[in-house]
T-cell receptor, first 115, second 115 residues
Framework: GENVEQHPSTLSVQEGDSAVIKCTYS??????FPWYKQELGKGPQLIID?????GEKKDQRIAVTLNKTAKHFSLHITETQPEDSAVYFC??????????????FGKGTHLIIQP | EPEVTQTPSHQVTQMGQEVILRCVPI?????FYWYRQILGQKVEFLVS????????KSEIFDDQFSVERPDGSNFTLKIRSTKLEDSAMYFC?????????????FGDGTRLSIL
């Protein structure tokens, strides 16, 4: 089955700086890669996703890049703000056929924005 | 914005008892999921459900677990004869038609504590 590795486990950056979180996956059939933000006491909130037919996607201060050959994808947050502090999870799934495929999550990155 | 709602937010149950966790997915979604997150660990896929039957399940989803869509709005997870290791956050998610790689939207979870 799919295995997703995520690092770092903790990332502390100064407010206004950029943050990068990296993930690798094992299953070459995976074709959908979402990123979730989880705040304390809340469920994971989808912040951005990318499909395997795209190399990069951007939404305001957030961007995701995908390298299918190397089987890794990254989350980039620019101009970080205090409200970006949270745990971020990457995930992957093959999403094949007509079924509902579960996501395989990474272990999470605790992002701390220092004022 | 439509959201997935879960009840109760916290459930305390004696070991060996049965528990039912409830979810109301986003109304026009047809794919439903259950995940669990043991404290401090990553989110793990349990089961997906589509067209009134299980689409995919993980090794965690053994015979003590079952899912049901008893009516047009609710989606439930039942755990029979709970064990201490079932203590975790349980998240429900849903996604739209038609393919499995559509974005999954999560509820805020039910914290299950087994005593």
């Amino acid at each position: 089955g799919e295995n997703v590795e995520q690092h770092p486990s903790t990332l502390s950056v100064q407010e206004g700086d950029s943050a990068v979180i990296k993930c690798t996956y094992s299953d070459s059939a995976s074709n959908y890669f979402p990123w979730y933000k989880q705040e304390l006491g809340k469920g994971p909130q989808l912040i951005i996703d990318i499909r395997s037919n795209v190399g990069e996607k951007k939404d305001q201060r957030i961007a995701v890049t995908l390298n299918k050959t190397a089987k890794h994808f990254s989350l980039h947050i620019t101009e970080t703000q205090p409200e970006d502090s949270a745990v971020y999870f990457c995930a992957a799934t093959s999403g094949g056929g007509g079924g509902a495929d579960g996501l395989t999550f990474g272990k999470g990155t605790h992002l701390i924005i220092q004022p | 914005e439509p959201e997935v709602t879960q009840t109760p937010s916290h459930q305390v149950t004696q070991m060996g008892q049965e528990v039912i966790l409830r979810c109301v997915p986003i109304s026009n979604h047809l794919y439903f999921y259950w995940y669990r997150q043991i404290l401090g660990q990553k989110v793990e896929f349990l089961v997906s459900f589509y067209n009134n039957e299980i689409s995919e399940k993980s090794e965690i989803f053994d015979d003590q677990f079952s899912v049901e869509r008893p009516d047009g709005s609710n989606f439930t997870l039942k755990i029979r004869s709970t064990k201490l290791e079932d203590s975790a956050m349980y998240f429900c998610a849903s996604s739209a038609t038609p393919r499995g790689n559509q974005p999954q939207h999560f509820g805020d979870g039910t914290r299950l504590s087994i005593l």
